[in-house]
């Protein structure tokens, strides 16, 4: 079952488990990765510490990005609206740059969820949450969310009563969204960080909700 | 194709739950190795420095068609569509790329053993 992950061992910095081909039989692929890395920088198009920057910059993104932004509009009303109004600019106030991508914050209420899935490709707000679960890439959660959403989300374990509107929004690779999950009851004397600690990635892509206090 | 073209290409996926290809939803996620990092890399830089476009990418993905999908990883995929646009951006050549492929394949019979040529 899907999940966000909880402590375990032998888990990388990010939360996840290594993949375990590092230091196993070279495959075609990776000879084509080193191969074209080395001509890309011999030609001068990039340099090794281009790349290097890329993968460090990869690596610092994680979905806490995005739970500083929701918590910020759980407190600030003023910074919601204009998250609603203009998610990337919104983003860039706190110093998270989304690209060129147009960023569309979507707000979950009493009586509407919002979910997000990219059904012709793998479009996701990365430089809020950092790279894609691989779930969200599968044939499974592309063709099924936009179908039958209330029956992939209760396999996430979130089981919505029907009176709650599911709203399944489709990314482009021009736009990106982000759900701004509901603020869980009984948090007013919390502040900003103790907030964001209770945003989840999958609250933000809408698979799940922020966790309870 | 023997069946008639219903307007959606294979990529195409929303709605097609009765897919004979559907699997389970993945439960685990894996966290990323490091050559999959810098294909990703890779790629991003190609846009900001004007090689190609995220269009180019896909148009490559979407080309490769369903059995890639199946049978490739994400990664491998998107590796193949960063090279077929370098190909045609002109970077390299097919010859220097396989001259190229030849001498890392050289190195060792590891990623990181091949990965080491001081670059």
């Avoid at chain 1, 920088?41 to 920057?53: D, H, P, R, S």
């Avoid at chain 1, 910020?72 to 919104?90: H, Q, Y």
């Avoid at chain 1, 690779?173 to 999958?202: C, F, H, I, Q, S």
């Avoid at chain 2, 049978?71 to 390299?92: D, K, P």
């Amino acid at each position: 079952m899907p999940h966000d992950h909880h402590d375990h061992d032998h888990l990388s910095p990010s939360g996840h488990p290594y993949r375990a081909d590092q230091d196993q039989g070279l495959t075609y692929w990776q000879v084509m990765e080193i191969a074209i890395r080395e001509l890309m920088i011999e030609k001068g198009l990039v340099t090794a510490a281009e790349v290097q920057a890329q993968v460090d910059a990869m690596d610092a993104r994680t979905p806490a990005q995005g739970a500083a932004v929701v918590a910020r509009a759980w407190t600030d009303p003023a910074f919601r609206d204009r998250l609603l109004a203009d998610g990337s600019a919104a983003c860039a106030e706190m110093g998270f740059d989304v690209g060129p991508m147009k960023l569309i914050a979507v707000e979950n209420t009493a009586d509407t969820h919002n979910v997000v899935v990219c059904t012709l490709c793998s479009c996701y707000p990365r430089n809020l949450l950092g790279l894609p679960p691989d779930w969200y890439k599968s044939r499974a959660y592309r063709s099924r969310t936009v179908r039958e959403p209330r029956k992939v989300l209760a396999e996430f374990g979130l089981t919505l009563p029907d009176d709650v509107t599911v709203r399944v929004h489709d990314s482009t690779a021009d736009m990106r969204y982000l759900v701004v999950p509901a603020r869980p009851a009984g948090t007013n004397g919390l502040d900003e960080t103790a907030l964001a600690a209770l945003v989840t990635r999958d609250s933000m892509i809408g698979v799940g909700v922020a966790k309870a206090s | 194709m023997t069946e008639p073209f219903d307007g959606k290409r294979w990529h195409d996926m929303g709605g097609a739950v009765a897919h004979p290809l559907m699997g389970p939803m993945p439960g685990d996620d894996h966290d990323f190795a490091i050559w999959e990092k810098r294909v990703d890399a890779l790629v991003i830089l190609s846009g900001l420095k004007g090689a190609f476009t995220v269009d180019g990418l896909r148009r490559v993905l979407e080309d490769m068609g369903e059995e890639a999908f199946e049978t490739m990883t994400y990664y491998e995929r998107w590796v193949a569509s960063l090279n077929q646009n370098l190909l045609e951006a002109g970077t390299y050549s097919v010859a220097e790329l396989a001259e190229r492929m030849d001498a890392v394949r050289a190195r060792g019979t590891t990623y990181g053993a091949a990965s080491d040529a001081g670059v």
